[in-house]
Nanobody, 129 residues
Framework: QPELVESGGGLVQPGGSLTLSCAAS????????IGWFRQAPGKEREGISCSSVYDSSIYYADSVKGRFTISRNDESTISLQMNNLKPEDTADYYC???????????????????????WGQGTHVAVSS
């Protein structure tokens, strides 16, 4: 069983909203820096929003700033509220976590996959009319 499990993806029309959730099986996410990443077809995975426990910083990529909101709901779940969705938001979305990372949220979002030990299996978001 994977440690992190995403849910909430689906098909939505442009301008619509979705909320993605990420549930941890055993991790107490209060002690983990967490983030949301996405990978569109033919593109590299990108960090779109991260929250660091190191300095309490939150980072949003320019592509989602003002439209997406990352939240820590409780010690075992995080979410990503996505509003005003655009076709270019179509991608597989993943949550990731690392225990007490010694850096801020922007750096976490820039990290390569192998530096983030915990990943979910992904959930697909399609934005289309």
């Amino acid at each position: 069983q994977p440690e992190l499990v995403e849910s909430g993806g689906g098909l939505v029309q442009p301008g619509g909203s979705l909320t993605l959730s990420c549930a941890a099986s055993t991790l107490a996410l209060d002690d983990y820096s967490i983030g949301w990443f996405r990978q569109a077809p033919g593109k590299e995975r990108e960090g779109i929003s991260c929250s660091s426990v190191y300095d309490s910083s939150i980072y949003y990529a320019d592509s989602v700033k003002g439209r997406f909101t990352i939240s820590r709901n409780d010690e075992s779940t995080i979410s990503l509220q996505m509003n005003n969705l655009k076709p270019e938001d179509t991608a597989d979305y993943y949550c990731a976590a690392r225990y007490r990372i010694q850096t801020g949220a922007q750096n976490m979002c820039a990290m390569s996959s192998q530096n983030l030990p915990y990943w979910g299996q992904g959930t697909h978001v399609a934005v289309s009319s």
